[in-house]
């Protein structure tokens, strides 16, 4: 009878807790303390983002048009190789003795193959870096090294991104589906661009 007894008392202790929880105050919900910690560190990064400085552009784009505008940058200096009379050199520019670049010629860079036909990046290729002072520097392996595939430019008109390079879709009879002419001789660079995309960046 005792253990029978015993058995019973334990059996019913639980169903006693769970009652007494229920009817009892509520528990007060511990303190969350993610949102400070997220707090703490968007305060660090915000430092970083107030070091941009802007710089004033002008854009000229493939068919003519021109864009000018504010842009923010985060470089201060460019770093190339160029080539002068058959020597290699490198070089170093500040950004306050950029005046321009102009793109010369785009390579098109194979992606994959899709249903229409063949994707392609085009990129920027050969480039002509001038100087304010007026030196110029010819430059064949783009602009991605130089981080200046893409420009936001911002003016009266709102913010805007403009890009120096473009994805195309070549069909199997050689046509584009940008609208551009074939390529001769199914070469891997043009000169002829898209109408949106810049073809030349003037710093002031």
């Known amino acids: 009878m005792e253990f029978s007894s015993l058995l019973r008392l334990f ?41 941009k400085e802007f710089v004033v552009l002008n854009l000229t784009l493939c068919d003519g048009r021109t864009v000018r505008g504010e842009s ?13 009379d058959g020597i290699l050199y490198k070089k170093k520019l500040n950004l306050g003795e950029l005046g321009s670049i102009k793109i010369d010629s785009w390579e098109l860079k194979q992606k994959r193959e899709e249903k229409k036909g063949m994707s392609f990046e085009v990129v920027p290729k050969k480039i002509r870096i001038r100087t304010k002072a007026g030196e110029t520097f010819y430059k064949d392996t783009g602009l991605a090294d130089l981080k200046l595939l893409n420009f936001e430019i911002k003016n009266n008109n709102g913010v805007a991104i403009l890009y120096s390079y473009w994805i195309d879709l070549k069909y199997p009879d050689g046509s584009w589906y940008s609208g551009l002419p074939a390529v001769k001789n199914n070469a891997l660079t043009r000169e002829d661009c898209l109408k949106d995309v810049v073809r030349m960046v003037e710093w002031e």
């Open 72 to 84: 923010p940058s985060s470089i201060e200096t460019i770093s190339f190789e160029h080539n002068k």
């Open 11 to 51: 059996l019913c202790l639980p169903l006693v807790l769970i009652f007494q929880t229920l009817s009892g105050e509520p528990r007060l919900p511990k303190e969350p303390n993610a949102p400070v910690l997220n707090f703490e560190e968007k305060k660090e990064e915000k430092p970083a983002n107030e070091k």
